[in-house]
């Protein structure tokens, strides 16, 4: 965890409003990190925006233990745009590829398709996954559908296949 002192003044490309509900609550190592991802992503897709859906949050996440829970939040969900279109989420997943992410987690059935980074402790949201997982539509009893990346999730992927502007 990083002890830096928090300095909104030296992150390019976000405010402390877009972090949502407390942004003071999120690991400082996660809005960096975040940050220099975006200013890289830019250098190959010029005019690219990140949209943070959540950092902390008090509830509303599928495990107890969330990343996002606790005194800080080490997880981070987002999506990327250029110009109000999204950027498809195999490629925003690809560009995440190359930073020092603990976990991502790819979701395609979001509204906004996007990804939940993480810095947690390796294994402890979903141990059964590894460091890297999908979330499918719920199951038919509507519990969540955390799946291992597999060929339907590529396939899916692919699918949507779309272009950038």
Known sequence: MSTTVRDWATVRHFTPAEWLYD?????????????EQRDAH????????????CAWEAGGHDAADSSHYGPLATA????????????????????AERFPWSGV??????????????????GR????????????????????NYKSLDRELLRLLLAREEVMP
């Open 105 to 122: 987690g790819l979701y395609p059935h979001w509204y906004s398709p996007g990804l939940h980074c993480d810095l947690r402790r390796l």
């Open 23 to 35: 942004p003071d609550r999120v690991e400082w190592d996660v809005v960096l990190l975040l940050d």
């Open 42 to 53: 830019a250098l190959t897709l010029p005019g690219v925006r990140y949209v943070v859906h």
């Open 76 to 95: 981070v969900d987002y999506h990327a745009e250029v110009a109000g279109v999204p950027v498809p989420l195999l490629d925003l997943w690809l560009h």
């Open 125 to 144: 949201d979903h141990p059964s996954l590894g460091k890297r997982w999908w979330r499918d539509v719920p199951t038919p009893e509507g519990k969540p």
